[in-house]
């Protein structure tokens, strides 16, 4: 992805004992490049020299970058004097995201060292939780009186130009503040200096979240409506922060990682490549925790039923058919589900239709693995019965398992849960139990009745 | 997400008989709901009829909104002087887009009732791969000479206002159009008329794709880098067009989604919401036949070893055990590989050394569960025998998985084949494959010996 020739030129530099130019190096290097650089340094005193050795501006561009493990390191260690003097320079959203990264107490002794406007920002941002639109926004950003002119508009640009990073659209407020509506810079700049602000704005209805919305549906409004900013306000549509595209583009993948980790049972944390191995087998064993559960209970249920037809031996070998294809239905309904939900694709309003599309699904399903398995069966040992018992087993499981599959997270979902958490080991779990259950009792009843 | 009573309103307004104000329509709606209304419509006809009713300049901009079905049918459906005509008003990218959901003849019909410019961008931007750069990007941009002051640079914007919608950045070019730098909207506007171009570009490395690069690759940068727009050229550098940071949105989503469906098995257009139940089972069916041929084989692989022990019968309540538990560590190396390569946390270059890692964690979590599911079993069945049969096996087909479910999505990625392919059933039906057959032959090794 970046330059692998590149970010060893820039570990080369940041490593050996001359300094570096800071004056010329951010027009060189990027700093993700950076960033990258420092990450791959595997020493944790390397490490801090190496990010000693950029000073203050380079740091502060830097450090939002960092994989967790730099990051942390550089927190945990550097003087809180030169880290203060970091947060003062960082968007405030970067800022609060940095410090939630460290203690409590290490946090607030960092920004003793900041300036009060910006230690009220960032202490602000930091007060709401995790996955809303108020941690996801910064307070950084341009607004302007209705009776603005377009000339008096430019002018408090160039003056914020420097607090003010990426700049996408004007904020148009009254006089308390409360957000009115939009506006393009594209539009600012082919318009008249002395046209106002309130004839300029957008007519289009005004687009914005309140604090506390959930980072996934921010995430939805900014895909329909191909957003690049959008304004966060209170409950009183006063103008609080603004969140920007490209912190949604890392929520996209973050809610990605998290729906397809929870589907195949880990810990998202499981991805990032920093950790060492024994942390890594850590994030994964808890659902391995649940596969061996399951395991030894559908075990102990082939025991029971083991009983009874022991004369039946041959079953056993379809043990395994039974379990993979009802584990891999559920695991498909499931996967469905959870992106649906999370992509808005299935809103809240839908999901009765989708439950009954799904079994409707699972019916074609069942039918036509249910006769091709039956058959197979029937060939294989050469007895209809087991056809029999194998083609309906396959059926009902497989219905069983759409309807499982997509009835726990659509459950999830309408208890305001996120169903990714249902997704993975729980449904197959249950799929496995449910399918082989159906096998055993279909086959029992089967021979029973037939001998 | 839409707001679902906005959404009835706009339905019912267009399947009543009075026809639609076009004037305000488009301000009191976005086209995004516009399309999500004519989305929910059932009926071919009057999908047909809302549409027509909403005229050339807001069908133009709903048409790319609408989901799969509903466009095709208009595609199909509409005169294509009509279709002609909302062509011509799209962006340039999203007119590809919509064609090439059409037969190449369809298309061609449509294309030949535009003017001749739009006609050449849009068939050029259809010759570009899927995937790629120059599939995403648009040709509707602003670029000016070096030597170009601000007002004069602000005058082209002005003429340009109509065709360019959304507008980050100003390209720079040289004589011959090859591109030497770039420009923000936020710098132009802050700075003085007469100031020239060549001396207000960025002073960062200037950032581009060629229009092959692969839209992974492309997402990745945007994420990177923090970009909200990034300028297409060809090998010599001339400037074919722009990608804008909502089509990468889009990419990444569609990434997620393809690798979450490809790791349980089942074509990623069986999330698209609009599919009748049969056409759904079909995306969803070859992924089961696979499922359904590995069952059998583990199957026929039980079969073989229940010959030579039949005895020890209670080992066939362990089959669910060393199934689960395989399958699940399989799934979660292979999800982490694949997702790891797509975002771009494992590099081409680090292939080797996080394979090393993975077996290392195989190691930890094959000694963890072999050493709690080998305990579980002797206390079961009270015969150390089997204590140490489901141990040692569980150990050693975990290690296997964790092998088997990172190595084979990294040989795809060495071999430059998207490794998602190789994510799921393949994976899953190996693992139990291998872990079934690991737990016969030492259970077959041990039971033979201890006797």
Redesign the interface.
Known sequence: ??D?GRVKEIAESLESAAPVDTGSF?????P?EIAAAIDQIHDDDKILKAFHKLGVDIGSEVLAHLDDHARTLILEKLPTEKLGDMIEEMDSDDAADVLTDVSEERAEDILHEVSDEVEQEVSRLMEFEEDTAGHLMQTELVSVPEDYTVAET?DK??VM?EEVG???NIFVVDERNRLRGTL???K???SQPSARMKDLMD???LMYVTADADQE?VA?????????SLPVVDKDMTLLGRIV??D???V??EE??E???M????HDE????THS??A??RY??P???S??L???I???L??QF?MTI?EA??L??????????S???G??SS??V???VA?????R??LRR?FI?EL??G???GV??GI??GI?AYL?QGAPVYGLVVGLSIFFSIELAALMGSAIPLFFKWANIDPAIAGG?IV??LN?ISG?FIFFAIATLLITYLR
């Open positions: 992805m970046l692998p951010l027009e060189k290097y990027h993700a430019i640009i160039r130009s990426d700049l996408h393009s810079l594209r600012l700049i082919i007519d289009q209805p549906h939805a409004l900014f895909k329909k409506y191909d957003l690049v595209v490209d949604i583009v890392d996209l993948e990605a990682d729906d397809l980790m589907m195949v049972g880990a499981a991805l990032v490549q191995a024994v890594m087998a994964r064993l659902w391995l925790g596969s061996l399951g395991g030894f559908t075990g102990a082939i025991w083991k022991s031996l041959a056993t070998a379809f043990i395994p058919v039974v379990m993979g294809i584990g891999n239905v695991a498909q996967a469905l959870v992106r649906g992509t808005g694709r299935i809103g309003g839908a989708y599309k409707k699904v019916l074609f399903l036509t693995c091709v398995a197979a294989w080991p197959l779990a496995d082989l």
